[in-house]
T-cell receptor, first 113, second 115 residues
Framework: GESVGLHLPTLSVQEGDNSIINCAYSNSASDYFIWYKQESGKGPQFIIDIRSNMDKRQGQRVTVLLNKTVKHLSLQIAATQPGDSAVYFCAENSPDSSYKLIFGSGTRLLVRP | NAGVTQTPKFRILKIGQSMTLQCTQDMNHNYMYWYRQDPGMGLKLIYYSVGAGITDKGEVPNGYNVSRSTTEDFPLRLELAAPSQTSVYFC??????????????FGDGTRLSIL
């Protein structure tokens, strides 16, 4: 079935380093992808999205890369800060039904001081 | 701007009890969603709505009901609480977009324990 998964369940990085969180998706018909950040006790917070007609999109300190050939999505966080510590989810839109998102299981990012 | 507001934040129920989880949004979004999140897992869609009066099942609808009488409100009802429904419940909303091409905005969740 359709699935969105993550390669690394936990990522530990030094403060100030760059972080890269990866995500694989299985449905080649998906054309919209989102990254969310979830802090403990909070709901998912929208970070950045990308449509399938783009390969790269940049925000403030974050960049999302989309490789449709290998169905891979990544989130890059520049100069990682302690406040970036959270669980990060990728999601893709569901091609079989309008407006639904399929979420991965998440990657925990730990920032070492 | 409050965004998506969920109440209550925490609740403990006994098996067989019923309750309604409230969700309201002030962004005039047409689409609203209910998810559950089990520990260490991603989000699973319970029900969703594309507008007032229209609801549809998601991946895991059994044991739940919803209604959408207004654009702002999308309550989730548990009729006979079971231990398997212990979870964190998130409500989300999004604006209209072709094939879901708009980000969903989430509330802070309701943590529900069934004992």
């Amino acid at each position: 079935g359709e699935s969105v998964g993550l390669h690394l369940p936990t990522l530990s990085v030094q403060e100030g380093d760059n972080s890269i969180i990866n995500c694989a998706y299985s449905n080649s018909a998906s054309d919209y992808f989102i990254w969310y950040k979830q802090e403990s006790g909070k709901g998912p917070q929208f970070i950045i999205d990308i449509r399938s007609n783009m390969d790269k999109r940049q925000g403030q300190r974050v960049t999302v890369l989309l490789n449709k050939t290998v169905k891979h999505l990544s989130l890059q966080i520049a100069a990682t800060q302690p406040g970036d510590s959270a669980v990060y989810f990728c999601a893709e839109n569901s091609p079989d039904s309008s407006y639904k998102l399929i979420f991965g299981s998440g990657t925990r990012l730990l920032v070492r001081p | 701007n409050a965004g998506v507001t969920q109440t209550p934040k925490f609740r403990i129920l006994k098996i067989g009890q019923s309750m309604t989880l409230q969700c309201t949004q002030d962004m005039n979004h047409n689409y609203m969603y209910w998810y559950r999140q089990d520990p260490g897992m991603g989000l699973k869609l319970i029900y969703y709505s594309v507008g007032a009066g229209i609801t549809d099942k998601g991946e895991v609808p059994n044991g739940y009901n919803v209604s959408r009488s207004t654009t702002e409100d999308f309550p989730l009802r548990l009729e006979l609480a079971a231990p398997s429904q212990t979870s964190v419940y998130f409500c989300a909303s999004s604006s209209s977009g072709r094939r879901g091409n708009q980000p969903q905005h989430f509330g802070d969740g309701t943590r529900l324990s069934i004992l």
